[in-house]
């Protein structure tokens, strides 16, 4: 490629201007302000739809998510929205500060010490932002 731009920025430039020429309001919206759209589900539809009603032998929720967790740590950590969203669903299905953070602290082992702080500091960014530890 001869271009010296990033094709990803240009991508994202073109991307934009779109959003702009759709509606001005959208100039200022970050995806941290989409990730704030996404409302955590409460902990018994969770549970209906990933946990145990469907399957009454299976992982209940906490722990499908848990595991989630811990593969979106293994990715390198490079999912930030799904982290964060993975961890106020796992607090709301009931996991601990401590669980949220023993399920990234393993991937370390097998994903590396840069995958997993960042993971820590993505989870730590909603943990820190009043959820409570349902210990």
Same mark, same amino acid.
């Given at each position: 490629?001869?271009?010296?731009?990033?094709?990803?920025?240009?991508?994202?430039?073109?991307?934009?201007?779109?959003?702009?020429?759709?509606?001005?309001?959208?100039?200022?919206?970050?995806?941290? *302000?989409? &990730?704030?759209?996404?409302?955590?589900?409460?902990?018994?539809?969770? &549970?209906?739809?990933?946990?145990?009603?469907?399957?009454? &032998?299976?992982?209940?929720?906490?722990?499908?998510?848990?595991?989630?967790?811990?593969?979106?740590?293994?990715? *390198?950590?490079? $999912?930030?929205?799904?982290?964060?969203?993975?961890?106020?669903?796992?607090? &709301?299905?009931?996991?601990?500060?401590?669980?949220?953070?023993?399920?990234? $602290?393993?991937?370390?082992?097998?994903?590396?010490?840069?995958?997993?702080?960042?993971?820590?500091?993505?989870?730590?960014?909603?943990?820190?932002?009043?959820?409570?530890?349902?210990?």
């Amino acid at each position: 490629m001869s271009d010296p731009q990033n094709p990803f920025e240009a991508m994202m430039a073109m991307s934009q201007e779109w959003a702009k020429a759709v509606n001005p309001a959208l100039e200022s919206f970050t995806p941290k *302000g989409f &990730e704030a759209l996404w409302p955590t589900m409460p902990k018994d539809m969770m &549970e209906t739809v990933m946990g145990k009603g469907l399957n009454p &032998e299976g992982l209940d929720a906490k722990t499908k998510l848990l595991l989630t967790l811990g593969a979106l740590t293994m990715l *390198g950590a490079q $999912a930030e929205a799904q982290i964060r969203l993975t961890v106020r669903h796992a607090i &709301e299905a009931g996991a601990t500060h401590q669980e949220i953070a023993e399920s990234i $602290a393993m991937m370390g082992v097998f994903g590396g010490i840069p995958a997993m702080t960042k993971a820590m500091e993505l989870a730590s960014s909603v943990m820190d932002t009043g959820a409570e530890d349902k210990a």
